[in-house]
Nanobody, 125 residues
Framework: QVHVVESGGGWVQAGGSLRLSCQAS????????MAWFRQAPGLEREFVAG????????YYADSVKGRFTISRDNTKNTVYLQVNSLKPEDTAVYYC??????????????????WGQGTQVTVSS
């Protein structure tokens, strides 16, 4: 059974930073494309950043380029999202997601097969 567990969210003032972590189990992590999505109240879940299993390659939503960095550590079955220069509009529940084995790049919610419960990030102005 696949488990995806996020951690690292919290409250931060605008301009601050956090590091979100996501540990996945029950899958072949080194062969799995991973991503972060977020969902603010009343809005749809949106893609934030992804990292492929091969390469690896990283890709970002335009709204976070230059501020967020995604990385993975296959020895720990963990993907990270370093979030810097946070803005109030970054406030959301951040979700980690995994694709099935050897699937590549994707940005849509329906392309991801396994999801965590989410971690809240709140940015105050």
């Amino acid at each position: 059974q696949v488990h995806v567990v996020e951690s690292g969210g919290g409250w931060v003032q605008a301009g601050g930073s956090l590091r979100l972590s996501c540990q996945a189990s029950g899958l072949t992590f080194s062969g799995t494309t991973m991503a972060w999505f977020r969902q603010a109240p009343g809005l749809e879940r949106e893609f934030v950043a992804g990292v492929t299993w091969s390469g690896p390659s990283t890709y970002y939503a335009d709204s976070v380029k230059g501020r967020f960095t995604i990385s993975r550590d296959n020895t720990k079955n963990t993907v990270y999202l370093q979030v810097n220069s946070l803005k109030p509009e970054d406030t959301a529940v951040y979700y980690c997601a995994a694709r099935k084995l050897l699937k590549g790049y994707a940005r849509t919610v329906t392309d991801y097969d396994y999801w965590g419960q989410g971690t809240q990030v709140t940015v105050s102005s």
